[in-house]
């Protein structure tokens, strides 16, 4: 049982960490969308920012119920 908790623990830090990645993607393809191409890339890029939020709020929950069984 030790092991299986050990392997869930795991699965849950890497799923939080694909999370960060992508939103830390996600900021920085903001950032230079705005440099380059202005204000319609910038806001496009704020709707899929908002869209990987809920995404990654997903994944992080489901993680913590990995965590937690």
């Known amino acids: ?6 392997v869930r623990d795991r699965a849950a ?6 999370a960060a990645v992508a939103a ?3 900021a ?4 230079q969308a705005g440099r380059v191409l202005g204000e319609k890339a ?8 908002a869209e990987l939020a ?3 709020a997903l994944l992080i929950q489901a993680a913590e119920m990995l ?3």
């Open 1 to 6: 049982m030790v092991a299986g908790r050990a």
């Open 24 to 26: 830390a993607a996600v």
């Open 13 to 18: 830090l890497a799923v939080m960490a694909v």
């Open 67 to 69: 965590v937690l069984e």
């Open 28 to 31: 920085r393809a903001r950032v």
């Open 42 to 49: 910038v806001m496009a890029a704020a709707v899929l920012s």
């Open 54 to 56: 809920v995404v990654s």
